[in-house]
């Protein structure tokens, strides 16, 4: 099973741009798909974008145009750019990396710790 751990989490003004990592150990990171989700105060979590191990690329509206997910497999090290923050992008932000064909739904595979991101002036 892999491990995971986020960082780049922090404040930031509106419109101002964050980068995401996650950092994975134990495991052939290649091998899953990975994905991005975010959990503010009094919602359910959801996902914020996933990356296929084959490079197919899913973004929730929400983010879709301001936000980019990449990964780096030689550094088992996936990223979440993060444009044009506002507000309502303030949350927990999770990593998890699950088996291919498992959808991206559920609390299935391997999560982060998550990492804060509040978007305020």
């Known amino acids: 099973q892999v491990q995971l751990v986020e960082s780049g989490g922090g404040l930031v003004q509106p419109g101002g741009s964050l980068r995401l990592s996650c950092a994975a150990s134990g495991s052939i990171f290649s091998t899953y798909t990975v994905g991005w989700y975010r959990q503010a105060p009094g919602k359910q979590r959801e996902l914020v974008a996933g990356l296929t191990n084959t490079g197919s690329t899913n973004y929730a509206d929400s983010g879709r145009g301001r936000f980019t997910i990449s990964r780096r497999n030689a550094k088992n090290t996936a990223y979440l750019q993060m444009n044009h923050l506002k507000p309502e992008d303030t949350a927990v932000y999770y990593c998890?990396?699950?088996?291919?064909?498992?959808?991206?739904?559920?609390?299935?595979?391997?999560w982060g710790q998550g990492t804060q991101v509040t978007v305020s002036s």
């Open positions: 998890n990396a699950r088996d291919p064909g498992t959808g991206w739904f559920g609390s299935v595979g391997s």
